[in-house]
């Protein structure tokens, strides 16, 4: 007998774009079963009949998708067996159903299981033959005081802060008596690297973002300074609270771990994975707990909401993570790890990304996932290593 709460529940939950990828299991394996399949049609039918979607999707898209789907995947949401008997309206929107569901599958599993059986250039990339542009790598510079920037290592992943001396994860010294007092690490487009502390905390930095540190803790506070986005993990000490200020806003903790996107002319968004932290805004003051992520902005100040933090940190852990993430914020996530300048033409059609790809993709195998699920770009160079990505509409 059909758990038909179950499913409808599951269904609106996937409609509302709040959904696990083990609910998107769930959800195309009830395709297989004959009952539950059934009952889900006549949800559709019941979804369309209220709902029209903003862009048609077209069969020939959804064949497309299916070519390139690895098996396991296709056979999750197969035509119904006498789909020569249905009506055409009806078999329409069992496609255009079908076709949001597998672009969420095809998001929900690139990179993971089937990215490599199912990925292949678009007619347009081979007619164009669109440049190669590798995803970013471990690229930063260090400056102390007011000193020449120093270009890190990009065949290391992270410096040092130890007792006057700076060394690489695997011992090498970067400078061997630093007697500055303050220093500054810069990641550009493209680039990322960690940083330990004096302190033993420790810092990772995303693409376009700078941490201005002491050396070496002093005083009765350890305060440093960020612009981008970085992840942290803070040594505890409870008679010296850790703080990080960015654009308007400042996070004082005494040992947690937690992320802070602060790019310009975006909202600062402050994430807590664990521990506790508090979080000013001019007058404004509210604590975190983990699950917990702040938002300042000019407009609203200070609020605060729960979160998955899985997709707050994916960054780290080598994921872009969109769900539900709106394309302008697509893009500048492309952007700043592609080192790409990103133009308009126009409003895109596809106003949403759901999904998990592989930050260790070239743009191209990226953008190609993004164009199943409705993407329309072009690549332009400019210059010799300078490219512009068109998104149109």
Not at 146 to 175: C, F, Q, R, W
Not at 319 to 335: C, D, G, P, R
């Amino acid at each position: 007998m059909v758990d038909k709460e179950k499913w409808r529940q599951l269904f609106q939950q996937y409609i509302g774009g709040n959904y696990s990828l083990e609910d998107l299991k769930k959800l195309t394996a009830g395709f297989c079963d004959p009952e539950e399949s059934r009952y889900l049609q006549l949800l559709i039918d019941e979804y369309f009949a209220d709902v029209e979607p903003s862009g048609e999707i077209e069969h020939e898209r959804i064949q497309k998708i299916l070519r390139h789907m690895d098996t396991r995947i296709r056979e999750a949401v197969p035509l119904p067996a006498n789909k020569e008997n249905i009506p055409e309206k009806r078999r329409h929107r069992f496609w255009r159903y079908a076709a949001v569901l597998l672009v969420g599958i095809t998001t929900y599993f690139a990179g993971s299981l089937v990215f490599q059986n199912f990925i292949a250039p678009s007619d347009n990339q081979e007619k164009n033959a669109s440049p190669v542009i590798l995803p970013g790598t471990n690229r930063a510079t260090l400056t102390l005081g007011g000193g020449k920037p120093l270009e890190l290592s990009s065949s290391k992943s992270a410096v040092v802060m130890e007792a006057g001396k700076i060394h690489y994860n695997d011992g090498t010294d970067v400078i061997e008596n630093a007697e500055a007092s303050h220093a500054v690490i810069s990641t550009p487009k493209g680039g990322r690297y960690e940083v330990v502390l004096s302190d033993g905390s420790h810092v990772w930095l995303n693409a376009q973002s700078t941490l201005k540190y002491p050396l070496e803790f002093t005083g009765d506070s350890r305060i440093v300074e960020i612009e981008g986005e970085g992840y942290f993990i803070v040594a505890r000490d409870e008679k010296k609270p850790f703080k990080v200020i960015s654009s308007g806003q400042e996070v004082i903790v005494l040992g947690t771990s937690f992320n802070v996107n602060a790019y310009t002319n975006e909202t600062v968004k402050t994430t807590l994975v664990s521990g506790a932290v508090q979080v000013r805004h001019a007058d404004q003051t509210t604590i975190l707990q983990p699950g917990e992520q702040s938002s300042v902005s000019r407009s609203e100040g200070l609020s605060k909401k729960h979160v998955d933090t899985e997709e707050a940190v994916a960054w780290k852990s080598g994921i872009f993570y969109f769900n539900k993430t709106n394309v302008h914020e697509a893009m500048a996530e492309l952007s700043r790890w592609y080192n790409i300048e990103i133009v308009y033409e126009g409003n895109p059609k596809v106003l949403h990304f759901y999904g998990r790809i592989s930050r260790d993709y070239t743009l191209a195998q990226v953008l190609e996932v993004l164009h199943l699920g409705g993407l329309r770009f072009e690549i332009q160079q400019r210059g010799e290593n300078e490219h512009i990505l068109l998104v149109k509409p």
